[in-house]
């Protein structure tokens, strides 16, 4: 299985930017899609952003759509979402993951799964 460690969630005001960082290791040789999803407090896993990791194909929630960017670093082994005009209904929990076989919007479609990283956008 893929390791992925996640980096960059933290406090901003409402129209602010975060970048988001993933990084992969272990059997990530194997992965063909990662994704971003969110979770908010009393919400199920939302699909933000997934890309395919060779072909760069990129994929976007209707919400985030304009706002965010997802893009990855060959030479890192690492995704990233950047996070352009940040609202407070962004605030949630961030995960990264990684499958082996798309870039789907169904988190039970992923293989792999970061620890989170808490994003808070304050009004």
């Known amino acids: 299985q893929v390791q992925l460690v996640e980096s960059g969630g933290g406090v901003v005001q409402a129209g602010g930017s975060l970048r988001l960082a993933c990084a992969a290791s272990?059997?990530?040789?194997?992965?063909?899609?990662l994704g971003w999803f969110r979770q908010a407090p009393g919400k199920g896993r939302e699909f933000v952003a997934s890309v395919i990791w060779g072909e760069g194909w990129t994929y976007y929630a209707d919400s985030v759509k304009g706002r965010f960017t997802i893009s990855r670093d060959h030479a890192k082994n690492t995704v990233y979402l950047q996070m352009n005009s940040l609202k407070p209904e962004d605030t949630a929990v961030y995960y990264c993951a990684a499958s082996s076989s798309g870039a789907s919007y169904a988190p039970r479609t992923y293989d792999s799964w970061g620890q989170g990283t808490q994003v808070t956008v304050s009004s």
């Open positions: 272990g059997r990530a040789f194997s992965t063909y899609g």
